[in-house]
């Protein structure tokens, strides 16, 4: 179903269920004698929210390995690389001194249970309610416990979210580690816009924000949607990326940001597969991926 302006989700429906999908991915890449990754609680979340066709990944029932986009080393790479740039963008903003952290659209993250803090951190995790509601009980369930000071903020980015993240007790007098992880692609133009315009209003000078950048904003092409469609299926994910992503000009993320303030440090895919010892896919479909690049980004 296409999205509107006031659709909801939960982690089984529509944008929700893309965040499933990454979990599972989490949970294929933490697995092994040699894991790319730790997340402990990925598996556990993914079997809990109940998607068959994740549940079958997990369980080893489809045959993916003939796929050169949806096979388990290509999978796995391509999430360990993102998932240790968010990481680790997170650990040295804690290191360096920032004691506040935002985790916007956080879906099934759970960095707020796993990731080393250190002493006085406050990690506010932004994302609609049922979302939020759902990730909370489990992991407690599951007798998962924060490693730093955890403040949920159930609000949908479409509402006054900086409000709610004042209300729940966010300091904007003092610096702040911001990510925005796999979320633009599904927010319209000027929606983008307005997430970094309260990102900045909201940052005290020395704040950092992680997210991703691509050089052409016309990136995601009704073909290219087409074909993230036809690999979706081809496990039983019966979603239409055409119906969630939103396609057309927008803001080039890199530019946007420094014409706002923020010096920015952009790190092409291609450039973190070889930092992290993987050779980058040549597989067409992985095209999109090499032009993409993770942003550090620190408001001066």
Sequence with gaps: MPRTHDDSWDLASSVGATATMVATSRAMASRGPEPLLDDPFAEPLVRAVGLAPFVRILDGDLGLEDDPLLNRKARTEQMAVRTRFFDNFFTSAAKSGIRQAVILASGLDTRGYRLPWGDGVVVYEVDQPEVIDFKTRTLADLGAAPTAELRTVAIDLRDDWPAALRASGFDDSQPTAWSAEGLLPYLPADAQDRLFDNITALSAPGSQLATEHVDDPNAFTEDR??????????????????????????????????????????????????????????????????????????LT
Excluded: C
């Design 225 to 298: 949607l087409k074909q993230v469609s036809e690999r979706w299926r081809s496990f039983g994910f019966d979603l239409d990326a055409g119906d969630l992503f939103y396609i057309g000009d927008r803001a080039v993320v890199a530019d946007y940001l420094t014409e706002h303030g923020w010096r920015v440090d952009a790190h092409p895919a291609k450039e973190l597969y070889a930092r992290n010892g993987f050779a980058f896919p040549e597989e067409s479909t992985m095209k999109f991926f090499g032009e993409m690049s993770y942003v550090n980004a620190t």
